[in-house]
């Protein structure tokens, strides 16, 4: 069935330093792309999406190129800063009738000053 | 972007109680509607599929006379956690989609914090 995989965390980065966070997909079709962050003791918001292959996801900075050749939708952002900080989730819809979205596990950023 | 809220946000009750969770898209009409359940540094677990005047779906695993869901408007669904007991503790998230085309995007919730003792 269909997948998401990102990398582990929890990830700890340093204010402005370079953010990838990665996400690969097994789906069959032609899936749309999402990030979802996740603030403490909140619940989900969407942070970008992408629909169809070589499509960018951009939002507050962060950007995301759906891959089909690699099968991936690496979260990025240039400069990360400490209200980043959050757990992020990478996620698939199938866009095959009435299917939930498929998660990945989800990473947790820290960004300290 | 579309918004959704879920009431209560935190709730705190006895166990065997009933507790009814209210999950509403403010801007949009939903057809359909997830439920999910997160437990502390863990990823989304989804619960059950509802769509507006029909029973919801449950995913294996998800007692469905224990965790009640109903769709009655486009722009209302609930969970109630029937005879809830600790282990049901939990964050219960909710989220709703305009269509039933996977290219639409789910909304999320706030979540509702449930604490039963």
């Known amino acids: 069935g269909d997948s998401v995989t990102q990398m582990e965390g929890p990830v700890t980065l340093s204010e402005e330093a370079f953010l990838t966070i990665n996400c690969t997909y097994t789906a069959t079709g032609y899936p749309s792309l999402f990030w979802y962050v996740q603030y403490p003791g909140e619940g989900l918001q969407l942070l970008l999406k992408?629909?169809?292959?070589?499509d960018k996801g951009s939002n507050k900075g962060f950007e995301a190129t759906y891959r089909k050749e690699t099968t991936s939708f690496h979260l990025e952002k240039g400069s990360v800063q400490v209200s980043d900080s959050a757990v992020y989730f990478c996620a698939l819809s199938p866009n095959s009738g009435n299917t939930p979205l498929v998660f990945g596990k989800g990473t947790r950023l820290s960004v300290i000053a | 972007g579309a918004v959704v809220s879920q009431h209560p946000s935190r709730v705190i009750c006895k166990s065997g109680t009933s507790v009814k969770i209210e999950c509403r898209s403010l801007?949009?009409?939903?057809?359909?509607m997830f439920w999910y359940r997160q437990f502390p540094k863990q990823s989304l677990m989804l619960m059950a599929t509802?769509?507006?005047?029909?029973?919801?779906?449950?995913e294996q695993g998800v007692e469905k006379d224990k965790f009640l869901i109903n769709h009655a408007s486009l722009t209302l669904s609930t969970l109630t956690v029937t005879s809830a007991h600790p282990e049901d503790s939990s964050f219960y998230i909710c989220s709703a989609r305009a269509g039933q085309d996977g290219t639409d995007t789910q909304y999320f919730g706030p979540g509702t914090r449930l604490t039963v003792l």
């Open positions: 801007d949009f009409q939903a057809t359909t």
């Open positions: 509802s769509n507006e005047g029909s029973k919801a779906t449950y």
């Open positions: 992408a629909t169809k292959a070589d």
